[in-house]
């Protein structure tokens, strides 16, 4: 008997097993080696990796190597294992399998560029550009950082702009704000924190990048109120405790930023920062023993930063140890000779050692660098005293009386000082050794807060590159 299937006769139904007949030989029916990919998306994104490992074995045997989609998965699982070089390989028999689809080349590049090979990751994402159909701001924000971290400032805020336009996201809005930053355009900078803030309300990163520079631009009640709203929606954010905790600090309330310090170095134990500014509440509560303790540990995590190795000189000049305060502050001045305020400390430590000439050069090359920062001048006035060069302490203390009718801000704990000092020129030459001391304790209280709220730059990176670790 013939029936009618699927538009084909001579179909027949045996009634003793059920099976359909043909009169002709049967097409084999199609096997695609795609008919399982819905099953491996579902076990990844549920989280059933190892069940998804064994269902990718299987599949790419069965299709001998073809299954674009099981290779793919593989290689996303193998990245998010941290085995960098496997999923690299893994993307690349995408690649020969497909070359015309942007996403393999995408994850090929994204491969490089966790592997720092940043030149190929480029080249990678270039290519992306290319293949794809339509904008894609996630090839722009990847063009944009590898660009950065191959120092392509220029194309790098191209793309980071693009990114920002059409997709306004808060990675995308993340780079650029760093990148402006870097070139020291805080006014941009700034556009951009409030655009982000804008279209991100709810991030708590943009929030604290956003608190974070308005601190540097000396806008410390926006910043305040940009750092709270990123704690009321997450109180164990780091780099928010730490702003706060600058702010309290900067006004002498130890305890208070103290209590933000604790909170934070609980959920990041490592950060340069903190151990610092933490060292230096102790050193403002005249905790010496713990401010040493706290600043050998931020440099035991970063033995390279500057900032450490200046607070570390202050202390131990606090604690009259010359030698060590020296030391440390020689490598200051070796890392960063373009700080004047390191060669004062310096000079400091010499004077306290009675290496009186070199501790006039080193406050003479700190007065290269800042000719009118009052401190230096003071300190500079109490070595030439000391080494009997009235006339030039004159000279030095008419440029000081200057500073005084220009207005420049001076600290009034240093005009005691400035009396005693001014006894001394108009009369006879004595000994003034007590006076510089004192003095050293002034720069110490005026210099530790400065240190304290440049802190919440990067640490000892430079402009070309930003490290995650510091605020």
Known sequence: MNYLANGKENVQISALSGRRKSAEMPWPEPNPSEKLNWLLHLQHVRGETEQCKESIKNEIKRSGGRNEFACFKQGIILREEGRIQEALESFQVCMKLNPENSENIKEVGRCLYE???YRLALEAYLETEKLSSCPDW????????????LGEVSKSKEYAHRAVQLGKQEIAYSLLIKILVAEGDLRSAASVCNAAVESCPDSVDILTESGLLCLKMGQTQHAFERLSSALALDPTCAKALLGIGCITQSHEEHDVALTKYKVAVSHEPYSVALWNNIGMCFHSKQKHVAAISCLKRALWISPTNWRVLFNLGLVHLATYQPASAFNFLCAAVNLRPEVPHSFTGLGCALFELN?????????????????????????????LLHMKRKDLALELFRKFNTLLQENIPISKEIMPIVSKLSTELEG??????????ENNNDQESVSENTAKIDELTEGDTSPRELASDEV
């Open 355 to 383: 290496d009186i000439e070199n501790a006039d050069r080193a406050f003479k090359q700190a007065l290269i660098l800042a000719p009118d920062d009052p401190l230096i001048i003071i300190n500079d006035i109490v070595c």
């Open 115 to 117: 592997m720092r090979r």
């Open 428 to 437: 006879s030459v004595s000994e003034i050794s007590h006076e510089s001391e």
């Open 138 to 149: 996630q090839i722009y924000y990847n063009i944009g950082q590898c660009s950065m971290r």
